[in-house]
């Protein structure tokens, strides 16, 4: 039998206390025959004299005693921490009354009702944590309540009004340093001040739309936060209007007006109130006014003032139009939409806003590309230039600056060591516009019809000065008084780049060995219709301008492999997948293996927030492929599937009479009781064709002509390069964890490469295509540069196309010149 521990009465009585008649009078009877045979006598507090029990750390529900001299509840958590059993002496001039308890360790006793007792050790547990999160909250809400008095008492001094603006706002920063109390109770933080302000909504102070001022509240907007608040909370998503005279927090308010159904009536007529009152109701506004009124917010100049995200999305925008799909994912809580799970349901917020947006005078939505933009352009203020004076040169001014502030200029240093070594890594060296004009202008177009080559970009140069461009870089020399020039020489941080070394005329030079693919444009092509297509493919988007008239674009790319790897290289590759795609902003980009409402919902959404539609097909084996396109440019008219292989018959917003089909897929050797690929192929001979497909399963692009569909299709990259992209293949990983390595030849080492994809076309004229790289370069590549920059272990295939008559007459006339002239290539 288990060993039963007994406080009794008589540990009481040893420590000198005696507990009262009253107690002694109220011991109740026991539960029942067993719980009697103990003799266990369960002492409860009158009910008018002792607050509730509250269980102690112990594990027993402990009630606290008053004090009869002074009146204060007694706190036990002291006593509570001793082991039960132990005596424990009780202050001067308390009572501790104890009880005898009978505890069966395996058989835990819980006494129903009013009474003291143990209960089971679970709700126990649950008390206390409750008891504890309780008190935290009730400590949050003490410190709150602080933090908005002193907010309060801050407004009311003069000096706060002398500093307001004319809207009556007061900067919080200055708000702080006015009242010392203020800053030390938010311990600096203005973070602190704006979530006490904005999680009180009867607090009577109002945040500007930026969250940097703040003001007291007028009685009319007190009446809007309140019903807001009110309703919202409601489960009809109405309240009566009795209600909301009735509260609390506007009691002070209704006595000093006559009226008090007519002030609530003109509080809530007003266009920034989300409620509005309809005869004996209050309730939210029409959905779409609120979408409405939250966009023009938005878009407003006070809002771009603050906001330098939308600011930058409106400058890189041709013509100032935002994708509302990026506006529906980045402004959630504004908008008040439902938070975007997926492209697709990103796609029914923005149309939800489009049509909310259609009656808009300040913004200009266009229902078809499902952008929105401004009426009249915004122009960023421009601050006023400040005159600095130039202080005589000296020999010595440089290492003086770097003497006088050692841990400043160090950390500059530091710092631009690892921007340096990050942004001429070969890959974001490969996928950064601004360094890739950055070494045309200084290289020049190569030599031959492939990538820039490591012997000639070994002679590539540039200063920090050119490098300004890079935001980051700029903002690390702004810090700084000292010339880059001067931190290379006091500094060990320049003098150990990754990627580059300096001269002693403050030159960057690159050191690593890499190549840089480049667009190679096709015989036959114009030559101004190929530097504007580069152009818009490969230059800094506020520099891009519109596609060329007459032109398409197409990013075809197996994702594959990527989407299969959920580890956490996986989801480091899958990063650099998303930036290879947002690279080059084509007109279509179709994704082998991407399931764009599944595994691939990432990408899929990181595309559509960029202003691309969709559509996807999938088969029952798991095998999906998808297709996006410009909704800037295109408008879909119609789609046919067949099994994962899908096509999709886009049309020209400027122009519906041009019309191409896309098709995305990931064809198989052909036998009997497969499915046909008629249908995805059957359109007009007219209708220009564009088809991008994974040919592993064919053996790799050399095998297309396996498949009668696509036999006689020509592929862009042969065509124009001369053979087909090159990649590295990945090693079986037979259960290995980390990243996926290279196949390596047994014998030499090197890297093994195949030719898996192709973009196949038909009735289009062939303008650019992005080179591959050399064999040599991708054969002895380390395995760790292969993964960085191989992350699928394809290689993106970007091309663009002219569909107008004359193209296709000049590249008719060039295939035939070509065809005539002797040649070593051979196709079967």
Known sequence: MPQRRQVTREHTRAAGTKPSAAWESRAPKSANAGHAATQTHQLQAPVDQTPSPRPSRSGVQVTPMKSRQEGHAFDEDASSKQPLGHDVSPPPGLELIERKIDVDVSDMLHIPGDSIGLDDPSTVAGDLSNTTESKKSSSANVRVSRVLRLIHEALSCQEAAACADPEGFVSITKLMRLRPDLQRETFGSTRAIVSAVSGSTGGGLRLDKGHRRIRKQSADELVRAIAERDVESSSEGAIPLDQLLSSPDLRKSFQLVKDPVLFVQQALSHADSATIMRGSRVELRPRGLQLLRSAEELFSDEHL????????????????????????????????????????????????????????????????????????????????????????????????????????????????????????????????????????????????????????????????????????????????????????????????????????????????????????????????????????????????????????????????????????????????????????????????????????????????????????????????????????????????????????????????????????????VPYTGCASLHDVFDVPTTTPVVVCADLTLLGGAEGASIVEEIAYLPSVALEVLGEELTAPIAAPREGRPGEPLPLRAAASGLNKLRCPDAVLYRDLAPVAVLSGHTEGYMVTMAPDEVVKQFPAFRLPIVAAFDWRPCALGRAAAAAQTAASEPSQRIRI
């Open 305 to 668: 003032a603050h906001d330098s995200r939308l600011r930058s999305k409106l400058a890189e925008s041709v013509g100032g139009a935002v994708p509302l799909t990026w506006l529906c994912a980045r402004y959630v809580d504004r908008l008040g939409v439902a938070p975007p799970n997926g492209a697709r349901e990103t796609e029914v917020s923005a149309q939800e806003l489009c049509d909310a947006l259609k009656d808009s005078k300040l913004l200009t939505v266009d229902p078809r590309r499902l952008t929105v933009s401004r009426g009249t352009p915004y122009k960023t203020p421009l601050s006023p230039a400040v005159d600095v004076p130039a202080s005589p040169a000296s020999p010595n001014t440089p290492s003086t600056q770097i003497v006088a502030g050692i841990g400043k200029e160090a950390r500059v240093a530091a710092q631009l060591r690892q921007l340096l070594d990050f942004y001429f890594e070969p890959f974001t060296l490969q996928h950064n516009r601004y360094l890739l004009d950055l070494l045309a202008r200084r290289v020049g177009s190569p030599e031959e019809r492939g990538p820039w080559v490591a012997e000639v970009l070994l002679g590539f140069h540039c200063s920090f000065q050119e490098l300004k461009g890079l935001g980051r870089i700029a903002s690390a020399l702004a810090k700084t008084k000292a010339s880059p020039k001067a931190l290379y020489m006091e500094s060990d941080e320049l003098k150990n780049l990754k990627h580059l070394h300096m001269s002693e005329d403050g030159q960057l030079h690159l050191a690593t060995p890499m190549e840089i693919r480049s667009f190679v444009g096709a015989e036959g092509a114009s030559p101004e219709v190929v530097s504007d297509m580069v152009r818009y493919l490969a230059a800094a988007r506020e520099q891009r301008g519109q596609a060329p008239s007459g032109t398409v674009s197409v990013v075809s790319y197996c994702v594959r492999e990527v989407l299969a790897d959920i580890s956490v290289q996986g989801q480091q590759r899958e990063a650099r997948v998303k930036r290879q795609l947002l690279m080059h902003h084509a007109d279509f980009v179709c994704l082998q293996g991407l399931d764009a409402e599944g595994r691939g919902e990432g990408l899929a959404s990181t595309l559509s927030e960029d202003g691309y539609g969709f559509a996807c097909a999938w088969d029952a084996r798991g095998e999906a492929n998808s297709i996006f396109w410009d909704r800037s440019r295109w408008e879909q008219s119609g789609s046919q599937e067949c099994e994962a292989a899908l096509a999709v018959d886009l049309c020209l917003i400027e122009d519906p009479a041009v019309k191409i089909r896309a098709v995305c897929l990931r064809p198989k």
